[in-house]
């Protein structure tokens, strides 16, 4: 097996000059970064973590800092022709971030198991089922990068974090055999942390409130409550408080309707029983 590395911040330089184009183009306006965040309707540390390249500049916002900063198109260009981030998507890139430092976290997920409780080589099997096939130097960097932001369940205290997966992520033999027993003895051993909680939605109910797909719940050292849900090809980094209430919501049903830590053990057990 290769050896695990660390995945260097994907595109770190061109960010970084991106950032300082953008500084740059803000103080010949003559404009604070707050007076600009205002403008563009964001928080003012979006603008500074653009600026100091940790954040990638969107499409959407290069657009409109080409608007009030009058560049002709000057960041729009920056920001579509950047590198692809190889690691990270860029619409990722907030929520990564915002991960990191989370107080709890909800998970539900329908197709595999959640980043957080993946074991290096199902990882590694998820990353090489994509299509189209990206080669194994640059599975073996997401996957690295993977293993990384299981960091913050190594912290002094961990957030508090709760999962509801359906039963079907848990049935298929992603990677093969054992790679798949190695991923169930892991969630075996999560299932008994303290600060775990670990869920199995089961396959054959009448009713569940998680048909529309699946997302997570995120709270900031802010308190402020977020909520994140991924497509094939973006995301969206849900703020709208209505809207974060209603996946919630739904989270709540969710846990209702799934077995009990117990029952969800029990079964567990049940999958490393079978041949």
């Given amino acids: 097996m290769p050896a695990r590395t660390r995945a260097p911040r994907p595109n770190a330089t061109a960010m970084k000059m991106v950032g300082a184009q953008v500084g ?46 009058g560049l002709p198109g000057v960041l729009s260009i920056a920001a579509t022709k950047m590198p692809e981030v190889d690691m990270v998507p860029a619409w990722a890139e907030e929520y ?80 093969g055999r054992e790679v798949y027993r190695d991923q169930i003895r892991h969630l075996r051993a999560c299932a008994e942390r303290p600060a775990i909680s670990f869920q199995v939605l089961p396959l054959g109910v009448t009713s569940q409130a998680g048909l529309a797909g699946p997302f997570t719940l995120l709270e900031t050292p802010e308190f402020q409550h977020l909520a994140y849900s991924e497509t094939q090809r973006g995301s969206f980094l849900v703020r709208d408080p209505n809207e974060v209430s209603i996946l919630s919501q739904k989270y709540a049903m969710l846990r209702s309707q799934a077995l009990n830590f117990a029952e969800t053990k029990d079964l567990l057990d049940r999958l490393l029983g079978e041949p």
Wanted: negative net charge.
């Fill in 96 to 175: 990564m971030e915002r991960e990191a430092e989370a107080l709890a976290l909800s998970w539900f997920d329908t197709m595999i198991v959640p980043g957080l409780l993946q074991t290096e080589g199902y990882a590694r099997a998820v990353f090489g089922c994509r299509v189209p096939f990206v080669g194994e130097e640059k599975i073996e960097l997401q996957t690295a990068h993977r293993m990384q932001r299981q960091e913050l369940l190594r912290r002094p205290v961990p957030p508090t974090l709760s999962f509801v997966v359906w039963e079907a992520a848990l049935r298929d033999r992603i990677g």
């Fill in 24 to 69: 740059a183009a803000r103080i010949a306006k003559g404009m604070t970064q707050r007076a600009l965040a205002e403008e563009l309707h964001i928080d003012v540390e979006t603008i500074a973590s653009i600026e100091q390249g940790r954040r990638a500049l969107m499409p959407n916002v290069a657009e409109q800092m080409d608007r009030i900063l």
